[in-house]
Structures are given as C-alpha cells and as structure tokens.
C-alpha cells in the first residue's frame, strides 16, 4: 500500500511537471494575442483602402529639342553631303537627322520615346475612372493599370487639366473593382494624421504616414492653380498620383509633389485637396476638360506691411490690385483696393487660396464674396464668367491629332487651335495655330464635345473641316 501510494505521488508529479510549460506558454501565447488585439493598427482600415490604389505605367513619347545646322555648314551637312551617307560616322547625327539650318541653337525637335511610373485612385467602380496626376500620363500613347490583387487593364485619358496636375483616365472594361470614399477636404486641421499610398520608385504599393503639417501652401509653380495639403507623410517618385487619406481611409488628397533640394524626400509634401480634385473631374466627365471660371481681378497676398500701408484692418486675405473691364468682378461692384476675406462663407487666407478655389469651380457658378472696403464689411454676389484659359489637350479627343491645344470658338463656332507642337501628329497632318475646326467627316463641329463624340469611333480616315482666315480646306490623316 506504501508502495502503490509513492508510486502515485510520483506519478502526479511527473505528469504536473511534465504540463506546467505547456500552461505557461499557453498562456502566454493567450497574453500576447490580447495585447495584438488592443495595440493600434493602421491595418485594418487599409485592408479596405489599399484595392482602391493603383499602379500606373505610361509609355509614350515627347518632342525633344535638337540643335540646327550653323549656315556655314550647310554645305558640309546638306542632304547630298558625304558626310551624311550610309557609313559616315556622322550619319547619326542631328545635323544629318532633320535638325535643319539656321542660327537658331535649337531645331524643330525629334520624338523620344520614354517609360513612367506613378499611381492613381478610383473614384468610379462602375465606370472605371481613376484620377491621377497630369504629368503621369501626359504625351501617354499607352496606360496600363495594376490593381493590387495583381490584375491589369488598359486604360484611356478622359481629360486631363495642366494648371492644377489633375488627369482623369478610364479603365477599359472594368470589373469588380472598389472605389475611394472622399472625404471633405475644407474639415482638415493642421495636425490631422495622415497616410500615403502609392507606388514609388515602381516597387508596387507602399503606406507612409505623417500628419497634416499645413494647408493652403502655394508657390511651386506661379502659373498654376494651387491651394496644396502639406504632410510630412514620406512622398517619393512614383508616389505621384497616389491616395492621401485620413484615419477613417477616406480620400482627402491627391499627392503630387514633394520638396526636395538634393532629390530625396524630406518630409514636405504636398497633396491637392480633394474637394479640388472633385469639382475638376465631374467637369472632365462631363466636358473631356475643364471649364473654369473667373472673376476677372488681378491681386496679391494681403500682409501686415500692406495692410498697415492700405490701412485695412486684417492680417489675412487675398488683396485687390486691379479689376478688369466687363469682368464679373466689375459688374457685381468689386473694386481696387478691396480685400476679399471669404468666398461663400469660407475663410480666405491668400490671394492663391482664393484663385485655386475658383479655378476649381465651373462657368456660370454662383458666388458670394465677403470684402472689407474702407474698413468695412460688404457681400457682393456674382455669376464667374468664361476663363480665357479654357482649353483642352487634342490627345484627349484623338491620338491622331495629338500636340494641339484647342478651345471652343464661343456660341457654337467650331473649335479653334490655339497652339501645335512642331513635329507632333497634329502638325504633320497640318494644323496650324489659329485654325478653326467647322466639321470632321463630313460632320458640323460646334464644339469639343462634338469633335470628341465624332472621334470616339476611331476612323480609319479623318477629314477635317479647317476655317483658315478667309479660307475653307480640308486636312486628311489617314
């Protein structure tokens, strides 16, 4: 009996010995996977985000500058010249290429083909349209998109708008895809967090994050219209195009630039809010372009030493210096001089913050502007008229026409040519600067949009209808 009962003590204490690591690893395991559960996380929201995200490649060409022949050696370089036979050593060179003669230190230009990067984000499931960055895909002959589950698609310009580096393309034949939630970019404070996403340098989707650093920035480029999200959120090549969201993965911009004095990132970047990016793509899906409007003022940044000299009572806003003729600014009573602080409702910060909003907006919006004049507060209300700078890329109505630059006439009149790239398809076919297109096979052009709906079916042949001063002719590509 002494016996049996040692025998089961030393049983328990083998079989306690033998199960104590296992109850402690088991708990520990239980321990660590309660913490991963409470630990923050960014992953969950961007599992839903990240199918929203694309990858871009772009394949095109540009027109890339080559020098002209010195007079003094025409002769040497001529068409018949020995020197530009099969065999010479200089037979590839540009003087022997079509350079050209003159004093001139450039030519008419060659085409260069050339391979891109970047990303983009569905805004459309259903139709298949992604907005990305205008320098991405500009002089694109070709758009592939790469989705994060792998899978490609070819894709087309729908329109595409330079001054703010906004483009948007078209998935052809989509499915299932997942498109962005857009968030209101006028709610975002400085401080907000921030995450980026995108494809830098080609390696395939990548997240960053940062914060809101500050808004409204301008400057990069005076001639375009900016009002830039500025995060810290690390933004490199390849990133541009891709998604800026808030914690909730909703779309709150578009990232674009970065500075960068020594070509890397450190940490400014810049983003274009997305009620920006909203109001320029409806009207590219419902023009191919944008159609902004304006208020027909020019101004500058009101600041302590010009509000001191004006003796206006604020620190802020955007500064009347001249109000031009028939404008809209001029009809609803705006003169030199005014500060405008608010435009429908909204605080005012800069001159380049209010310029960005209402180049955001299109013709025949509604607006009221808050002003202080003479020390006083005045609402003035007012209808934008047309920009002069309403014009759109050829290469988003047809690829055999690309390196135009067109506007409609006005009240149906055609669709005029207000710039052609030397040596591109639009200047081989003969299109020239201030042509006007009046029909395309056989059909009356009023406008863009007519043109485009006329070229969408892709003819083999094209007859253009060309207004030329007094003249009428006809240009063929086929």
Do not use: W
Request: net charge neutral; proline share 4%.
């Amino acid at each position: 009996m002494k016996k049996t009962t040692l025998a089961m003590s030393a049983l328990a204490l083998s079989l306690g010995l033998a199960l104590s690591p296992l109850t402690a690893t088991a708990a520990e395991t239980a321990s660590s996977a309660a913490t991963a559960q409470q630990m923050p996380s960014l992953a969950p929201m961007l599992e839903k985000v990240m199918p929203s995200v694309v990858s871009i490649n772009v394949e095109g060409s540009t027109t890339v500058n080559t020098p002209r022949m010195p007079r003094n050696f025409q002769q040497f370089f001529g068409d018949n010249s020995p020197f530009c036979q099969d065999g010479s050593p200089f037979q590839s060179s540009p003087f022997c290429q079509g350079g050209g003669a003159g004093d001139d230190s450039q030519g008419g230009g060659q085409q260069q083909k050339f391979m891109a990067l970047g990303s983009g984000v569905i805004i459309d499931a259903a139709k298949g349209y992604v907005v990305t960055n205008n320098h991405v895909v500009d002089n694109a002959s070709s758009i592939k998109v790469q989705l994060s589950d792998g899978r490609k698609f070819d894709a087309k310009v729908v329109g595409k708008d330079p001054r703010s580096d906004i483009a948007l393309i078209q998935i052809q034949d989509p499915k299932n895809l997942t498109a962005i939630k857009i968030a209101d970019s006028d709610a975002l404070r400085v401080g907000d967090y921030t995450v980026a996403i995108g494809n830098p340098f080609g390696l395939g989707e990548t997240v960053t994050s940062g914060i809101v650093s500050a808004l409204g920035r301008s400057g990069l480029n005076a001639e375009n219209y900016e009002n830039f999200i500025q995060t810290d959120a690390a933004i490199n090549r390849g990133n541009s195009g891709g998604a800026l969201v808030n914690l909730n993965g909703e779309l709150i911009g578009i990232n674009t630039a970065i500075l960068a004095p020594d070509g890397g990132n450190i940490g400014i970047g810049f983003a274009i809010p997305s009620n920006m990016v909203k109001n320029l793509t409806a009207q590219m899906v419902q023009y191919g372009q944008v159609k902004r409007g304006e208020l027909g003022i020019l101004g500058t940044e009101l600041n302590s030493e010009l509000a001191k000299a004006m003796k206006v009572d604020a620190q802020r806003g955007a500064f009347v210096s001249q109000v031009m003729p028939n404008s809209s600014a001029a009809k609803a009573g705006i003169k030199a001089g005014d500060v405008i602080t608010s435009l429908n409702g909204k605080p005012i910060s800069s001159f380049a913050a209010l310029r960005a909003e209402v180049g955001s907006m299109p013709i025949g919006s509604k607006v009221t502007l808050g002003l202080l004049r003479d020390g006083k507060a005045v609402n003035v209300s007012l209808e934008l008229q047309q920009s002069s700078q309403n014009q759109v890329d050829s290469s988003t109505i047809f690829s055999g026409i690309e390196g135009a630059e067109m506007s409609n006439k006005g009240a149906d009149k055609g669709v005029v040519v207000n710039n052609v790239k030397a040596n591109s398809p639009a200047a081989r076919i003969g299109l020239k600067k201030g042509d006007v297109i009046m029909g395309a096979n056989q059909q009356p052009v009023k406008n863009i949009a007519e043109l485009r709906k006329i070229l969408d079916s892709k003819p083999s042949v094209l007859a253009l209808n060309i207004q030329r001063g007094d003249t009428s002719i006809y240009l063929l590509m086929q």
